[in-house]
């Protein structure tokens, strides 16, 4: 699996959301169906920006979660 840091990670989501009005525009969504996507998104670039902010107190309460899998 590709690691991606979580600083791209938001990144892409924010491209992604300067590009949800315009899909409506092209008919290619609806506009419920866009709505609810851009509300997922935003959720998401939430919790990106809180673990991004929070990173340093995770890493150091649970070092085990950014340990490398061994055998892969």
């Known amino acids: 699996m590709k690691?991606?840091?979580?600083?791209?990670?938001?990144?892409?989501?924010d491209r992604e959301l300067a590009v949800r009005g315009r899909l409506t525009r092209w008919g290619s969504m609806t506009e419920s169906q866009c709505?609810?996507?851009?509300?997922r998104l935003e959720a998401a670039g939430r919790s990106l920006r809180w673990l991004k902010a929070n990173e340093r107190?995770?890493?150091?309460?649970?070092?085990?979660?950014f340990a490398r899998a061994r055998g892969c």
């Open 3 to 13: 690691r991606v840091s979580l600083n791209q990670q938001i990144e892409e989501i």
């Open 57 to 65: 107190l995770i890493r150091a309460r649970c070092p085990e979660l």
């Open 35 to 39: 709505a609810f996507c851009t509300q």
